[in-house]
Every structure is written in C-alpha cells, then in structure tokens.
C-alpha cells in the first residue's frame, strides 16, 4: 500500500515570496491533515479536512496561509507571503475517518527554509 | 486538551529493553493514550495506543497505571533503528476532532 506523498521535500525561498506545498493522501482516506513542526518542537496541526470540508483550521494563520483539497483527494498548502519564522517542516497526514483511535499515517514531509 | 509530560531524552544499549514514561495527571476518562514515534528525517508514525487495560502488538507494548494517571511505553529489545523521538499524546473520545496535539517528546537513543 502507498504511503502519503509530499512534493517537493525541500524548498528554499526568500521572505515575501509565496510557495506551496502538496500532499496526496493514502487512498480511501476520508481525512487529511497538514502539521506545521518547527525545529525541536513537536508537529501542530494547521489545518483538518473532512473530504472536501474544512473540519478545524483554528490553528492556520489565515492571512497568509490557505489550503484546499481538490475532489476530496489531493490538498495543497500555500504561503504568500513568507516570512522567517515560517521556516519548518509541512507535514501531511491522512487516516480513513475522524474516530478518536483512528492511526495517522505521515508523509515525510516537505522541508521550508524562508531566507 | 490534556496534557502529558515526558522526560526530554533517555538511553538504552542494543538488544535492552527499554521503558519510556509518560504522566499525564488530568487524564479524564474519554482520553485515549496514543503513543507516536518520529524517525530522523521522517513524519511521525503510530506505535500503539490503550484505555484502561494493557496492549501489545508488533512494535511495543504499553502499561497503563490503575488511576491512569501515568503510562510506559516498553520496546521489549530495542534496535539501533528504534532511535527516535517518541510522543504520548491524550485523545478525547468526545473531542470535536481526531487531531493529534503533540509535546516535545522523549527522544531516545540506542546505543549499540
């Protein structure tokens, strides 16, 4: 069975530009996650789609960060603009339903420098 | 969201068995007990999780305390490829959402 995908796994911007990221869920999975983990710190959760439906984005900085998930499949998360401290990994996740014992599965995720 | 706390980093030899702590004192009695582990350069990965009782499977096996007010994760003869940083996390049966909200973990390293 494939895993998550995430493209690219590493990006090198300069601040005030825009970037984005993309994630292809294990198949069948009906949720999609996208994490924000800053170096030395556990991952946080940006962002939760329910298929197409945004289920807790309380944790996204809505003015410069934004998400979709295109037919209920694939999910991209864009920057615009970016600034240093958004420097991190954007770490993907997917699982089959919103159960509370439901496992995550993680892509490796993509790795942003914002210079 | 409950929180749990874990000791920062901890040691083991190859082949030893090894057991990681976990406390998490405001456990109410919907939380789920998950344990996720972070290989270098690599998204987080399920290890196991339990309730009240204690579980094994493949990877690991957990021990949960009777007030449940604290839990071990227990990797029976650790490898050098089971060096990573292992997260406890407290998941709310009533809660909204599935998220994960994770702490700084323990991180975990095998000597040979």
């Known amino acids: 069975e494939a895993g998550v995908a995430q493209s690219p796994r590493y990006k090198i911007i300069e601040k005030r530009q825009s970037v984005a990221f993309w994630c292809n869920p294990i198949?069948?999975?009906?949720?999609l996650y996208w994490y924000q983990q800053i170096l030395g710190q556990g991952p946080k959760l940006l962002i939760q789609f329910q298929n197409n439906g945004v289920v807790d984005d309380s944790q996204l900085p809505k003015d410069r960060f934004s998400a979709e998930r295109l037919k209920g499949v694939d999910s991209t998360l864009k920057i615009q603009p970016a600034k240093l401290e958004d420097s991190a990994v954007y770490l993907c996740a997917s699982s089959l339903d919103r159960g509370y014992t439901d496992t995550q599965y993680f892509g490796p995720g993509t790795r942003l420098t914002v210079l | 969201d409950a929180k749990t706390t874990q000791p920062n980093s901890m040691e083991s030899n190859e082949e030893e068995p090894v057991h990681l702590p976990c406390n998490h004192s405001?456990?109410?009695?919907?939380?789920?007990i998950h344990w996720y582990r972070q290989l270098p350069s690599q998204g987080p990965e399920y290890v196991i999780h339990?309730?009240?009782s204690n579980v094994n499977n493949r990877m690991a096996s957990l021990a949960i305390a009777e007030d449940r007010k604290s839990s071990t994760l227990i990797l029976h003869r650790a490898t050098l490829r089971d060096a990573a940083v292992y997260y406890c996390?407290?998941?709310?049966?009533?809660?909204?959402?599935?998220?994960?909200?994770f702490g700084t973990g323990t991180l975990l390293a095998v000597q040979p």
């Open positions: 198949s069948g999975h009906a949720t």
């Open positions: 405001t456990i109410s009695g919907t939380d789920y």
């Open positions: 339990g309730l009240t």
């Open positions: 996390i407290l998941r709310d049966v009533g809660g909204a959402t599935n998220k994960l909200i």
